[in-house]
């Protein structure tokens, strides 16, 4: 039996594909993340003794960029 739909052009693979890029289902700098954040919990949300951990989050979010 005859499709029900009649294609507007003639069915074929293209020769090239969409340029898209596949977004990560994985979340990135979880862990340097808890890390800042419990080093702020500790030093009462205080930036200057969790320098370094500041650092290696925004190290790492340029990465992932």
Request: hydrophobic share 35%; aromatic share 6%; net charge negative.
């Amino acid at each position: 039996r005859p499709p029900t739909l009649r294609p507007h052009r003639t069915l074929a693979l293209a020769d090239k594909v969409a340029n898209r890029r596949e977004q990560s289902t994985e979340a990135t700098c979880i862990t340097e993340m808890s890390v800042m954040m419990a080093c702020w919990k500790q030093n009462d949300f205080n930036d200057a003794p969790c320098a370094e951990e500041i650092r290696m989050f925004y190290d790492c979010v340029a990465k992932a960029e």
